[in-house]
């Protein structure tokens, strides 16, 4: 019996097998847009960078950009980075105690403000790039191409041992 026979002779498990196929789809559609089933609940940590104190914040992933950050315009994301293994990252924190601890900041992220909360850096435009440290550290545009080489020297960070750099999550 083939396929084209079986399923003219059995058209509930042909509908069965629509449907199952629908709702498998539609899984993916919603683990795109909502990261996983569950597994994304805000418990995950975001670095921002307070460019005022000089330290470091960690906020629930579920709350960006949103209310720890509404007043502060001076506060950005921040890439966290090491050549060796990561060590611990905590709340107030300063780019001196990071690299104490093997780490350094690579760069920060400034998003528009957006309806939910505030985003930090450029209010009126798009994300903006800048690699952390340096004499004259200037914000770029994250399309332009000294936006898209800025994020690529934080993607290739070159590190001593000649390897390159892993991201560091708290």
Same mark, same amino acid.
């Given at each position: 019996?083939?396929?084209r026979e079986?399923?003219?002779n059995?058209?509930?498990?042909? #509908?069965?097998?629509a ?13 795109s847009?909502f990261?996983?089933f569950?597994?994304v ?7 921002y960078y307070?460019?005022?104190?000089? #330290? ?7 709350d ?8 502060n315009?001076?506060a950005?994301?921040a #890439?966290?980075m090491?050549c060796?293994?990561c060590g611990e ?9 990071l *690299?104490a601890?093997g780490?350094?900041i690579a760069?920060?992220?400034a998003?528009?403000t957006t ?12 994300a ?9 550290p200037q914000?770029?545009?994250?399309n ?7 994020? *690529?020297t934080?993607m290739?960070w ?5 390897? #390159?750099a892993?991201?560091?999550q708290p």
């Open positions: 019996m083939g396929l079986y399923a003219n059995n058209p509930a498990v042909m #509908t069965g097998a449907v199952l196929v629908l709702v498998l789809c539609l899984a993916a559609i919603a683990c847009f990261g996983g569950g597994m609940d805000g418990s995950d940590k975001l670095v307070d460019m005022n104190a000089g #330290t470091i914040k960690l906020v629930s992933s579920g960006f950009p949103g209310s720890p950050l509404k007043d315009d001076q950005f994301r #890439t966290v090491s060796g293994e990252i905590s709340d107030g924190m300063t780019p001196e105690a *690299e601890n780490m350094f760069n920060l992220n998003y528009p309806d939910q909360g505030a985003g930090s850096g450029d209010r009126a435009g798009g903006m790039i800048l690699l952390f440290g340096g004499e004259n914000w770029h545009d994250t332009s191409p000294e936006g898209i080489r800025a994020s *690529e934080v290739n070159p590190c001593e041992n000649g390897g #390159t892993t991201r560091c």
